[in-house]
């Protein structure tokens, strides 16, 4: 029996989120009015805070899109600031990209993870006798989005985590390698 699992974009909701506030918080730029340009800085600055709180992931993505438009909106004005957009929607597509691309297939021979990007591809295959033991965590938001995290122990000690499975088939491969 062999399963394929391909993790769900609603996992990365609050990365989402977070690039879309960085959006908001750089389109702000050019309709501040003049007499507040100064106070516009703490937009961002909330932004980039509130993402740290969030997730790691989640705070580099809005401290690499929110830097360049604070640098350039102090440098050039308001309306450069917007050319930070280009940056907000690189992440995010470079995120679906990576979402993507990722692949896990377990069958009767063990697990291959395989990742193909635009220009970079890789596979590693893990033979089921070294897979030790098998984990399916869910926190509150994966149980209200309908996901889980595969966590496998390896028996030379390496964890292997699965992100962003969905919730259904995580059960199955619980009780497949079980």
Request: proline letters at 5%; hydrophobic letters at 55%; zero cysteines.
């Amino acid at each position: 029996m062999e399963v394929v699992i391909k993790p769900t974009l609603r996992a990365y909701f609050s990365e989402i989120l977070m690039l879309i506030l960085s959006a908001i918080a750089i389109l702000a730029a050019p309709l501040v009015p003049e007499s507040y340009r100064s106070y516009w800085y703490a937009l961002p600055i909330a932004v980039i805070a509130l993402s740290y709180f969030v997730s790691k992931r989640a705070f580099v993505l809005t401290l690499i899109s929110l830097l360049p438009s604070m640098i350039l909106f102090y440098l050039y004005g308001p309306l450069y600031a917007a050319l930070a957009l280009i940056v907000v929607a690189v992440e995010f597509y470079m995120l679906v990209i990576y979402v993507r691309s990722m692949k896990y297939v377990l069958s009767d021979e063990g697990l291959t993870i395989s990742v193909e990007f635009p220009l970079y591809s890789k596979v590693r295959s893990i033979p089921k006798n070294v897979i030790g033991e098998v984990t399916v965590a869910t926190d509150a938001l994966g149980k209200l989005m309908g996901y889980s995290e595969i966590i496998i122990k390896l028996r030379n000690g390496e964890e292997v985590k699965i992100e962003a499975a969905p919730k259904e088939l995580a059960e199955k491969v619980k009780e497949l390698i079980t």
